[in-house]
């Protein structure tokens, strides 16, 4: 288990064994110690990641409905939307005869 000892000046004491050495190496180094000097280091890398893993999650979550949503519009590809003006049926059957022809620049 990893311990770690903060100062008040900002230091560190890393992997001692339990609070009473830690203490002493930090009065002998001159410096005090805080009320609650250890972090359980584990713990708090273990509650990061999964906070970083949910997070992920959401997001990912986001960009699914975000490309679902856009595969949705985009379904209907320009030559549905020019077909689609046609306004009756010799219309369409002339639209269908100008694509098959190649006469894309009608399109809009």
Avoid: C, H
């Avoid at 339990?18 to 609650?36: C, F």
């Avoid at 990641?49 to 979550?61: K, M, N, V």
């Avoid at 490309?67 to 010799?90: H, I, N, P």
Wanted: aromatic share 6%; proline share 3%.
């Amino acid at each position: 288990m990893r311990n770690i000892t903060l100062t008040q000046d900002g230091g560190a004491i890393v992997n001692l064994p339990d609070q009473a050495a830690a203490k002493s190496q930090l009065e002998a180094a001159g410096k005090s110690t805080l009320a609650a000097p250890y972090v359980d280091v584990p713990d708090v890398l273990a509650r990061a990641e999964r906070e970083r893993s949910e997070e992920i999650g959401r997001l990912a979550r986001k960009f699914i409905d975000w490309l679902k949503a856009s595969l949705k519009r985009a379904y209907q590809s320009d030559v549905e939307r020019y077909l689609a003006q046609a306004t009756d049926l010799a219309d369409l059957e002339r639209r269908l005869q100008a694509l098959a022809r190649g006469e894309r620049a009608s399109f809009g």
